[in-house]
Nanobody, 124 residues
Framework: QVQLVESGGGLVQAGGSLRLSCAAS????????MGWFRQAPGKEREFVAR???????RYGDSVKGRFTASRDNAKNTVYLQMNSLKPEDTAVYYC??????????????????WGQGTQVTVSS
């Protein structure tokens, strides 16, 4: 069983920055791919970023050039640095773990474990 705990959400003005963290339990964190997703009210959960076990990172089109994902395997933690935030970035942000970590691409259904989410609100 893997437990994921997100933190770092909050209220920020448009153009500002936030850094989200996701701490994972378990001794095999280095073998996981970690994903970030978000869900705004009334919308489907949207892919934000994925970093696989080898450190290869993919981003969703809406966040490319503004968000940066990273991982610290020594701390069992993944991060999402969010810059140049826009009101449309407002959502609950979730981290997720895919135990088939070598995959560069995956479907949302491939993630076996999910955090509880952290709210990010960007005011205009």
């Amino acid at each position: 069983q893997v437990q994921l705990v997100e933190s770092g959400g909050g209220l920020v003005q448009a153009g500002g920055s936030l850094r989200l963290s996701c701490a994972a339990s378990g001794r095999t964190f280095t073998t996981y791919a970690m994903g970030w997703f978000r869900q705004a009210p009334g919308k489907e959960r949207e892919f934000v970023a994925r970093i696989n076990s080898g450190g290869v990172i993919r981003y969703g089109d809406s966040v490319k050039g503004r968000f940066t994902a990273s991982r610290d395997n020594a701390k069992n933690t993944v991060y999402l640095q969010m810059n140049s935030l826009k009101p449309e970035d407002t959502a609950v942000y979730y981290c997720a773990a895919d135990t088939t970590g070598w995959r560069i691409r995956s479907d949302i259904n491939d993630y076996e474990y999910w955090g509880q989410g952290t709210q990010v609100t960007v005011s205009s």
